[in-house]
């Protein structure tokens, strides 16, 4: 004989295993209810349950009645899905008028509130059942059954969750409407139960439509935001011309949603780079806005003017324009969003001047309008900005903490932006799992841990293919000139540096000269690369990286070492002595920025000086110190070199 567990296909049974996964229809949603409320009218009075509070949990049931309806459910789960008429003819005469009332009331709830009251309803039975313990046993029939019903409607989309209201309406409006025609049934439960009006949401189909839009949005899915907004338009003019235009009622609120819809538009082709498509939806919204007078609509229709400007800054900054005439226009976005209080446009404004900051390699600039954007008063109603901006200054502040060798800090920060910006949040959560795998590459590129070097490319690559692949003229040239192969290098810094000064990248530049010095440095030129480091030394040591106002020093060091060999025995030891602190400096910053193979070299060097100068005890603790570095990091092969 068959199991109970068999018959109804619960999960762990062989023929659950076999079945098709379990579908959410609107019958099943009803069952559930109609067990919850069953369990919440049997429960003691001291009990409340977390779904109805004006339940009536004073309500006594027989023996019989239990079984009775224990008896009905299990029929009722073993059937195929039945129609709201057919469940109430089937219930009616089993359940106690209290159950009845109480089950149909919170059907008319789910269509009275919405979408989201099915939403809520269902976290709730997670919590009624599976955390509370309360109500039926996870392990009985009626348990499992909740259990499989509640997992499956998890795991719909937001369409599909919207699609399945749908249904629950048409199953709702269906089964209320005939059987308030039908005659089968009393007197006293038309007074008490089947009273209840259908409610319907004229402007619910439309508003799933532009949920819908907002949801794909989100997710990056332009062309299903884009018919998914279309429909919406086609839903407002039908629902408006059923209505009839003489009810004048009616017509503010359908006006409210097609101005801001238009504007979505607008905003949705100017994502597409589509000035001209976008501009007809604004002028749209910007009329209808200013016949209706409408403030608010119409000061985001204006604002979308401070956005073109910040967008003109942005182009004529890769358009190689001077950096205060892109300033300047940033400045008259400002005021535009200062006179209009919009908030979120401000933050935009002043993360794109960071993002300006950081490529024209003022860092420290970058840094304090990023802790501006952090601490500007956001506040609406005691409600706070969350926008993009906010983890953009938050990823840029962890960057200039990472480069400075604070890592431990760097790390707080993105963890605090995990926090803020969860990853169902794709498109902020997107910048700071970028900006984490960003610093593990560079972390770990210093300190030789390759193989995790090797996963932060691929997980970077996932993110940002174009930034994982990057191969740049500057790399070029370092790679030349670690392979003692410098004069094929020149030509590829050389070139950095023309670009980088044509649009103003003075931080680029200067790093290209600490290149080029190396390089002429190697060709046995110390006097040149030391006027040319002495050229661009404020810019590295004002806004650059530990690692590269390292690098500066070192080969500052070498330069003068290499001036001073030439010189007689007493100017030599001055010249000599004075490159020790220098080195001292050099090696401090290595070690905060963990690039242990630059530090060995650095300490080797200093270890020759301290020879050089016969200082044996100096020497020999630099020595020992080298030692010990070359065991745990072993130099670097010409095979292997590309690694820097």
């Given at each position: ?11 762990g049974?062989s023929?659950?295993r076999?079945?098709?996964?379990e579908?959410?229809?609107p019958?099943k949603?009803?069952l559930?209810v109609?067990i919850?409320e069953?369990?919440?009218?049997r429960?003691p ?5 977390v779904f ?10 027989t023996?019989?009645?239990k ?5 009905m459910i299990?029929q009722l ?10 469940l ?11 159950l009845?009332?109480l ?5 008319q709830?789910?269509?009275?509130d919405?979408?989201g009251a099915l939403?809520d309803?269902?976290?709730n039975v ?12 996870r392990?009985?029939?009626?348990g499992?059954?909740?259990?499989r ?5 998890e795991?719909?989309?937001?369409t599909q ?12 409006e269906?089964?209320v409407g005939?059987y308030?025609e039908s005659q ?7 007074d008490?139960?089947?009273s ?6 004229p402007?619910g ?6 949920l819908?839009f ?5 997710v990056k899915?332009?062309c299903?935001?884009?018919?998914n907004l279309?429909h919406?338009?086609?839903r407002?003019t039908?629902?408006?011309?059923n209505?009839?235009q003489g ?6 609120a359908e006006?409210?949603?097609r101005?801001?819809?238009a504007?979505n538009?607008?905003s949705?082709h ?18 209808m ?7 608010v609509?119409?000061?985001h229709?204006l604002n979308?003017?401070?956005i073109?400007?910040?967008?003109f ?14 300033f300047?226009?940033?400045?008259k976005?400002d005021v535009?969003?200062?006179?209009h209080s919009?908030?979120g446009?401000m933050c935009?404004s002043?993360a794109n001047?960071?993002a300006?900051?950081?490529?024209y390699?003022k860092?420290?600039?970058m ?5 501006l954007?952090l601490h ?7 409600v ?5 901006s906010?983890c ?5 502040l ?8 604070q890592?431990?800090l ?7 932006a995990?926090k803020?910006f969860?990853?169902?949040q794709?498109?902020s959560?997107?910048?700071w799992m970028e ?5 593990l590459?560079d972390?770990?590129i210093?300190?030789?841990k390759?193989g995790?070097t090797?996963?932060?490319v ?6 940002n ?7 740049v003229l500057l790399?070029?040239?370092e790679l030349?000139r670690?392979t003692?192969?410098p004069?094929?290098g ?6 950095c540096m ?7 990248l003075e ?7 600490i290149q080029?010095?190396?390089?002429q440095?190697?060709?046995q030129?110390p006097e040149?690369?030391?006027?040319l480091?002495?050229?661009h ?9 530990v690692t590269?106002?390292a ?10 070492v290499?001036i001073?060999?030439?010189?007689p ?14 080195l001292?400096?050099?090696?401090e910053?290595?070690?905060?920025a963990?690039?242990f193979?630059h ?10 000086l ?8 100096e ?5 020992r110190q080298f030692r010990?570095?070359?065991v745990?990091?072993?130099?670097l092969s010409q095979?292997?070199?590309n690694?820097?």
């Amino acid at each position: 004989m068959e199991s109970t567990l068999d018959m109804l296909m619960i999960p762990g049974s062989s023929k659950q295993r076999m079945s098709k996964e379990e579908q959410v229809t609107p019958h099943k949603i009803s069952l559930i209810v109609l067990i919850h409320e069953y369990c919440t009218i049997r429960r003691p009075s001291t009990v409340h349950s977390v779904f109805s509070e004006d339940s009536d949990s004073d309500i006594n049931l027989t023996e019989r009645e239990k079984r009775n309806f224990m008896v009905m459910i299990l029929q009722l789960l073993q059937s195929s899905d039945l129609t709201l008429k057919e469940l109430f003819m089937k219930i009616r005469d089993k359940t106690k008028i209290e159950l009845y009332t109480l089950f149909l009331k919170r059907l008319q709830e789910f269509i009275e509130d919405g979408v989201g009251a099915l939403k809520d309803y269902f976290q709730n039975v997670t919590k009624e059942y599976f955390l509370s313990g309360k109500g039926v046993e996870r392990s009985s029939v009626l348990g499992l059954f909740i259990r499989r019903i509640t997992l499956a409607f998890e795991k719909l989309s937001f369409t599909q969750v919207t699609d399945m209201y749908r249904k629950f309406e048409r199953y709702y409006e269906a089964g209320v409407g005939s059987y308030e025609e039908s005659q089968d049934f009393g007197g006293s439960l038309t007074d008490s139960a089947m009273s209840i009006s259908v409610t319907t949401q004229p402007e619910g189909g439309s508003l799933t439509h532009f949920l819908s839009f907002l949801n794909s949005l989100r997710v990056k899915e332009y062309c299903t935001a884009l018919h998914n907004l279309f429909h919406f338009f086609d839903r407002k003019t039908i629902a408006t011309f059923n209505k009839g235009q003489g009810h004048g009622k009616h017509q503010p609120a359908e006006e409210v949603h097609r101005r801001y819809a238009a504007l979505n538009l607008a905003s949705l082709h100017y994502r597409f780079g589509h000035k001209e498509e976008a501009l007809a939806p604004l002028q749209e919204a910007i009329g209808m806005a200013q016949d209706a007078n409408d403030n608010v609509c119409l000061q985001h229709a204006l604002n979308l003017t401070s956005i073109g400007i910040q967008a003109f800054a942005r182009h004529n900054a890769f358009a190689a324009a001077k950096p205060a005439q892109v300033f300047e226009y940033l400045q008259k976005s400002d005021v535009l969003n200062c006179q209009h209080s919009q908030s979120g446009f401000m933050c935009t404004s002043f993360a794109n001047k960071a993002a300006l900051w950081q490529m024209y390699g003022k860092m420290e600039c970058m840094s304090m309008l990023s802790q501006l954007i952090l601490h500007l008063d956001t506040s609406e109603h005691s409600v706070f900005y969350n926008g993009e901006s906010i983890c953009v200054a938050m990823c840029n502040l962890a960057r200039f903490h990472a480069q400075m060798g604070q890592y431990g800090l760097a790390l707080d920060i993105i963890n605090c932006a995990k926090k803020r910006f969860p990853k169902n949040q794709i498109q902020s959560s997107e910048i700071w799992m970028e900006t984490e795998q960003q610093i593990l590459f560079d972390r770990t590129i210093l300190n030789r841990k390759f193989g995790v070097t090797e996963l932060a490319v691929l997980n970077l690559k996932a993110l940002n293919p174009l930034e994982s692949q990057l191969r740049v003229l500057l790399e070029l040239g370092e790679l030349y000139r670690q392979t003692s192969n410098p004069t094929s290098g020149t030509s590829y810094i050389l070139e950095c540096m023309t670009l980088a000064k044509s649009h103003h990248l003075e931080y680029l530049a200067a790093l290209g000269s600490i290149q080029l010095a190396h390089i002429q440095l190697q060709m046995q030129l110390p006097e040149q690369a030391l006027s040319l480091l002495s050229q661009h030394m404020l810019a590295i040591l004002s806004h650059g990286t530990v690692t590269d106002r390292a690098r500066l020093l070192t080969c500052h060091t070498k330069c003068q070492v290499a001036i001073a060999t030439r010189k007689p025995d007493e100017q030599k030891r001055q010249g000599l002595l004075s490159c020790i602190n220098t080195l001292n400096t050099a090696i401090e910053l290595y070690q905060s920025a963990e690039a242990f193979l630059h530090l060995k070299d650095t300490v080797y060097l200093q270890t020759r000086l301290y020879h050089e100068l016969d200082l044996p005890s100096e020497r020999n603790k630099c020595a020992r110190q080298f030692r010990q570095l070359d065991v745990q990091y072993p130099s670097l092969s010409q095979m292997t070199v590309n690694a820097l």
